[in-house]
């Protein structure tokens, strides 16, 4: 699916971000409690790490539509006997915040850390980092699954913008040489300094 024309751009923004937490729900269906050790593409992070980074961001996107604000605090988990807390906490804020971004009618201004910014804006930064971390913990789990076409290529317009060099080394890594003839999620992941090919 590809984005509404003349769609608002907080409508746009919250599409992505509905298509993204879409592909990362089937990457946390792989998390098993013997996994949560096991390294990421983000080699300061163990599964477990990249799991609570995550679950902190949906919070905070949560936050952004539903308080105008964003706390950058790290969340409580809910427990469950199925699977990993975190998992839980993840499923739950995936769920909420779609609600709380689908009743902005606005691109009201969201203040992160002291600086306001537009809600598209906020959204789509969203989605890119819940789509790439997706992948990432499909990777940790030995799962070869690629970004869907047309999200990796709809978000990869977006990210060319919104990774910037202040980005690198805090968010992203060093961008990494890629053909541009490889498949938009190879080219995205690229963008966002991991390798198409890793594996644990």
């Known amino acids: 699916m590809t984005l509404q024309p003349g769609a608002t751009p907080v409508v746009a923004g919250t599409e992505l971000l509905e298509r993204a937490l879409g592909f990362t729900r089937g990457a946390l269906s792989l998390v098993r409690p013997d996994r949560m050790d096991a390294p990421t593409p983000c080699a300061a992070w163990r599964l477990r790490d990249l799991l609570e980074h995550m679950d902190d961001s949906l919070a905070a996107l ?21 699977e990993p807390a975190v998992v839980t906490s993840l499923r739950h804020h995936g769920c909420i ?37 997706g992948w990432d913990v499909a990777r940790a789990c030995g799962d070869p699954r690629p970004l869907p076409d047309e999200l990796a290529h709809d978000l990869l317009g977006h990210a ?20 541009f003839d490889r498949p938009p999620s190879d080219r995205l992941l690229a963008l966002t300094g991991r390798s198409p090919d890793w594996g644990p």
């Open 62 to 82: 949560h936050d952004a539509a539903a308080e105008g604000w964003v706390a950058l605090e790290p969340c409580p988990r809910r427990e469950s006997d199925d």
């Open 97 to 133: 915040l779609l609600g709380a971004w689908s009743r902005l009618h606005h691109d009201q201004p969201v203040v992160v850390g002291g600086r306001p910014l537009p809600a598209s804006t906020v959204a789509l930064v969203g989605a890119l980092e819940v789509a790439v971390h």
């Open 160 to 179: 060319q913008l919104l990774v910037t060099d202040d980005d690198r080394g805090v968010r992203f890594g060093p961008p990494l040489p890629v053909e």
